[in-house]
């Protein structure tokens, strides 16, 4: 049993632009810890801290949801700017396509006891977070509506194990879920 999670790994480009637009922004986050180029990713669906890796990738291989374009974009923060805990970008398209792909997700690891969440889903990359509610609205504004980096075209969804260290977590697919094109 191990701490898991099916993601959407953006390709290297665009998270070259999103560490450009992460510098851009550093003065203005204050107290927050920044998420590692290698923990930026689209979360799917959190499977907790005792998932069954081998049978969870197995099931996903039913996965029917259709390749498709997505591009990062647009800024905000949970549970809102004004006392924010995380700082994301959303979706500047595709979020449909990724809304699908978790649902669809959801419906096949039920079975295995991973309820997908209750709340609506929220594609996101998550840019950095607080320990204490923070006014980021500075920085959410700075983030603007704009995508960052290119559209890209989302053909796989890979299971993440997930180890936390005190510098964060350490994350590693094990399997990578080619979609239908």
Request: glycine share 10%.
């Amino acid at each position: 049993m191990a701490r898991a999670f099916v993601a959407v790994q953006p390709p290297d480009d665009v998270l070259d632009a999103v560490g450009a637009a992460v510098r851009r922004l550093e003065s203005l986050v204050h107290g927050g810890r920044w998420s590692a180029r290698e923990q930026r990713h689209l979360t799917l669906q959190f499977l907790g801290n005792h998932a069954d890796v081998e049978a969870v990738g197995d099931a996903l291989q039913a996965l029917a949801v259709r390749a498709g374009e997505v591009r990062i974009g647009g800024g905000g923060a949970f549970p809102s700017a004004r006392r924010a805990r995380v700082l994301w970008l959303g979706m500047a398209e595709g979020a449909g396509l990724l809304a699908q792909l978790a649902a669809a997700i959801g419906a096949l690891l039920a079975p295995l006891g991973h309820e997908p969440e209750a709340r609506a889903y929220h594609p996101h990359l998550t840019l950095a977070r607080w320990k204490a509610p923070t006014d980021a609205r500075p920085v959410v504004e700075a983030l603007g509506d704009a995508p960052v980096g290119p559209a890209w075209r989302v053909e796989h969804v890979v299971l993440y194990e997930s180890r936390l260290h005190p510098k964060g977590a350490q994350y590693t697919p094990r399997a990578v879920v080619p979609l239908p094109t």
